[in-house]
């Protein structure tokens, strides 16, 4: 799994280098299953940038790849990230597991599930970890996904949607 912490990194180093493309052929074997990511990156400790995908349509090593690059340069709540920043960069992947469709929050576990909402159009997600640090109940969690898909409270209930993942997580933290 290191493997594909050192594909992350090097995507989004890649950017930083005119006429230097990845070679991606040694991932390919290790990691062609399809499977969604999450691609987080932290600054001194603090979020810096997080973007992935539910729905695996592609090998596991393209989203790395991919996604790490939209972690980086894509957020917009942060500005892109740039060269010098890199070596104070730690990043986190997490594979996630195919969505599973729930009638209430009340059967997730905190902590090790993530969930996402979806209401019409909209939609808003977290990872299992986000709820648990938080210290969110049930009730906060679901506040916070209203919150974050842009939700006013008159909505009716029944129009809500629910899907729980689980995913594992790895981290240069760890390995540092």
């Known amino acids: 799994m290191k493997n594909l912490l050192t594909l992350a990194r090097n995507s989004i180093l890649e950017e930083f280098t005119q006429g230097y493309n990845l070679n991606l052929n040694e991932f390919r074997e290790a990691f062609k299953e399809e499977k969604s990511v999450f691609i987080t990156l ?5 979020l810096r940038g997080c973007i992935g995908q ?5 090998p596991l090593y393209l989203n790395v790849y991919e996604m790490a690059k939209k972690a980086a340069f894509e957020d917009q709540r942060f500005y892109p990230i740039t060269k010098d ?11 996630l597991s195919p969505l599973t469709t729930i009638e209430t929050l009340n059967n997730i576990i905190i902590g090790k599930h993530g969930v996402m909402l ?9 990872l299992p970890e986000v709820a648990y640090e938080q210290r969110w109940s049930i009730d906060q969690l679901k506040k916070a ?9 008159d909505i009716i209930e029944n129009d809500i949607h629910y899907h729980v993942f689980t995913s594992k997580k790895i981290t240069e933290k760890n390995l540092l």
Do not use: C, D, H, P
């Not at 932290?42 to 603090?46: A, D, G, I, S």
């Not at 539910?54 to 592609?58: E, N, P, V, Y």
């Not at 920043?85 to 594979?95: D, N, P």
């Not at 209401?119 to 808003?124: D, L, R, V």
């Open 42 to 46: 932290y600054k001194n400790k603090e």
């Open 54 to 58: 539910l729905q695996a349509t592609k």
């Open 85 to 95: 920043e890199m070596e104070e960069i730690t990043i986190e992947i997490s594979i």
């Open 118 to 126: 979806r209401y019409k159009n909209q939609t808003a997600v977290f």
């Open 145 to 153: 996904l209203l919150a974050k898909a842009g939700i006013k409270k």
